[in-house]
């Protein structure tokens, strides 16, 4: 596609249920971020790869979180055992080369724990 | 703690006008970008200003960076209702990642 793309845009899931969360990034992009917003705040930072590096994982919350991307392309963030905190909307975005030049934005998916 | 910060935190002027918001940041950059939300969901790159940069100008957009300062503004000018959103500054330091500031709501009244 020509943008990033996220998946389910809304998830409604009751509270200690798993979720997983999809991101497919523009086509040849190297770096991808997740971030997360709650309710008129601003983004915090959850993860970003970075190429076939380590991703850097020091925004993860919990160890309920986690993430990974396969073949340098698409995302999953999985939140296990989800609390109501959870709620929130979580971005994707990519970036063309390094981590740090500007990024394209995915709509989000909207995570509402019961 | 976030990297950067806006200030004000919400803005409400008049079609037409000029609007301002800044940013502070704390630690060396690479470069200093801004963004903009509407209705709470993805983000549209704005501008970009790099470390070595002092102005940079895009439309309607200007942008300011001073680094002794650790600071930087976005001034919107002749405003109009559609640029009623959120406004972002992001901080990229040295070789790692791109964090975000909490930042400010515009409301553009028509």
């Known amino acids: 596609g020509a943008g990033v793309s996220q998946s389910p845009s809304n998830k409604v899931t009751e509270k200690g249920k798993d979720v997983e969360l999809r991101c497919d990034p523009i086509?040849?992009?190297?770096?991808l971020y997740w971030y997360r917003q709650s309710l008129g705040q601003g983004l915090e930072f959850l993860i970003y790869?970075?190429?076939?590096?380590?991703?850097?994982k020091s925004g993860l919350p919990s160890d309920r979180f986690s993430a990974e991307r396969t073949g340098g392309s698409v995302s999953t963030l999985t939140i296990q055992r989800t609390q109501q905190e959870d709620s929130a909307v979580y971005l994707c975005?990519?970036?063309?080369?390094?981590?740090?030049?500007?990024?394209?934005f995915g709509s989000g998916t909207q995570l509402s724990v019961l | 703690s976030q990297q950067g910060e806006e200030d004000p935190q919400a803005l409400s002027i008049q079609e037409g006008e000029n609007a301002t918001m800044n940013c502070s940041y704390k630690t060396s950059i690479n470069n200093l970008q801004w963004y903009r939300q509407n209705s709470g969901r993805g983000l549209v790159h704005l501008i970009l200003?790099?470390?070595?940069?002092r102005e940079k100008h895009s439309g309607r957009l200007r942008v300011t960076l001073d680094t002794s300062k650790k600071s930087s503004s976005l001034l919107i000018t002749a405003s109009r209702a559609a640029d009623t959103a959120s406004y972002f500054c992001?901080?990229?330091?040295?070789?790692?990642?791109?964090?975000f500031g909490a930042g400010t709501i515009l409301r553009v009244k028509s």
């Open positions: 790869f970075q190429g076939n590096s380590a991703p850097d």
């Open positions: 992001a901080t990229a330091l040295y070789g790692n990642k791109l964090v």
């Open positions: 975005a990519s970036s063309l080369t390094r981590a740090n030049e500007k990024l394209f």
């Open positions: 086509s040849g992009h190297t770096a």
């Open positions: 200003i790099r470390s070595n940069e």
